[in-house]
């Protein structure tokens, strides 16, 4: 049973355009959420990040928006760029029962900027 | 600054045979992680540690699989033995104490290929 969906698995952009990636979470416990960016044969890379009582995080190019009442945020990339081509992963932050904090994922989007 | 170590960074082995897969941590992080991906299920965690001490271990698929933190500034996960599904990369990653949402740093994975 997914707690965080990226249901979208590609994305294709212009260059110069916008780019919208979305994740959806089911579970209201949450506290903070990531963004991951992940290149061919490396690891996952930490983007951006929003606490759940926020609602907007900015940093360059890239914006995270969260809505909390639909259980939904969203990564902006503005202006796209052919670097940005690669695999995104959502991240949703929790504690635990054992009062631990790990990391729940999604599946992850593969977006493709073009020239 | 170095950063997650993974050695190798690919194994192809026979069916049957055992894999060790070894990790160093960024030092002075306290928590790390095991993370599989495939294509089907994307990044699953397999177990993760703190303070040298395995927290939640849900994610180790079956006995065949185990996974050891000596100290502070070493890890291995060890299949034994190997079957061709466990074929994945296997990427380590690891937190600092004082991350507020538990930002994780990962190595550049061990690509296994099992025959």
């Known amino acids: 049973d997914q707690q965080v969906k990226q249901n979208s698995p590609s994305l294709s952009v212009q260059e110069g355009r916008i780019s919208i990636l979305n994740c959806d979470y089911t579970?209201?416990?949450?506290?903070?959420f990531l963004w991951y960016k992940k290149y061919p044969a490396e690891g996952p890379t930490f983007l951006i990040s929003?606490?759940?009582i926020k609602d907007k995080n900015e940093d360059g190019r890239f914006t995270v928006f969260l809505n909390k009442s639909a259980k939904h945020l969203s990564l902006h990339i503005v202006p796209s760029q052919p670097g940005d081509s690669a695999v995104y992963f959502c991240?949703?932050?929790?504690?635990?029962?054992?009062?631990?904090?790990?990391?729940?994922w999604g599946l992850g989007t593969s977006l493709a900027v073009n020239p | 600054d170095a950063g997650v170590i993974q050695s190798p960074r690919h194994e192809v082995t026979e069916m049957g045979q055992e894999v060790t897969l070894r990790c160093k941590p960024i030092?002075?992080?306290?928590?790390l992680f095991w993370y599989r991906q495939t294509m089907m299920r994307g990044l699953e965690l397999l177990i993760y540690?703190?303070?040298?001490?395995?927290?939640?271990d849900s994610g180790m698929p079956e006995d065949r699989f185990s996974a050891k933190m000596p100290n502070a500034s070493f890890s291995t996960l060890k299949i034994q033995p190997s079957e061709p599904r466990d074929s994945a990369v296997y990427f380590c990653?690891?937190?600092?104490?004082?991350?507020?949402?538990?930002?994780?740093?990962f190595g550049p994975g061990t690509r296994l290929t099992v025959l």
């Open positions: 990653a690891s937190s600092p104490r004082d991350s507020l949402y538990n930002e994780q740093f």
């Open positions: 579970n209201s416990m949450f506290d903070y």
């Open positions: 991240a949703a932050s929790i504690i635990n029962a054992g009062n631990n904090r790990k990391l729940i």
């Open positions: 030092s002075g992080h306290n928590s």
């Open positions: 929003i606490s759940s």
């Open positions: 540690f703190n303070n040298n001490v395995p927290i939640d």
